[in-house]
């Protein structure tokens, strides 16, 4: 079966750190470009991050430059975002995209509050 199962979010406080995985199954995930979406309440989904299937280029959305490190595991079929430094803007449904016809995971839910 050809899914997107992603793990890893809850509730943290503000400056704190998560690890978001996302386990690829049905599918090489090391020949697509993988990437992580979110959306908060109210507002559009957005790209956060995206990797490469190549040589792990990768490129984020500026209001995360420096505090998420997106990555992968071909070897476990597994894409990570590393969040560092966590802002209550930071709060999303997140989620992980394969982009090639556009599959997507259930989403997990990040929560910034003190």
């Known amino acids: 079966q050809v899914r997107l199962v992603e793990s890893g979010g809850g509730l943290v406080q503000p400056g704190g750190s998560l690890r978001l995985s996302c386990a690829a199954s049905g599918f090489t995930f090391s020949e697509y470009i993988m990437s992580w979406y979110r959306q908060a309440p109210g507002k559009e989904r957005e790209l956060v991050a995206r990797?490469?299937?190549?040589?792990?280029?990768?490129n984020y959305a500026d209001s995360v430059k420096g505090r998420f490190t997106i990555s992968r595991d071909n070897a476990k079929n597994t894409l990570y975002l590393q969040m560092n430094s966590l802002k209550p803007e930071d709060t999303a449904v997140y989620y992980c995209k394969r982009e090639a016809r556009d599959l997507w995971g259930q989403g997990t839910q990040v929560t910034v509050s003190s």
């Open positions: 990797i490469s299937y190549i040589i792990d280029r990768t």
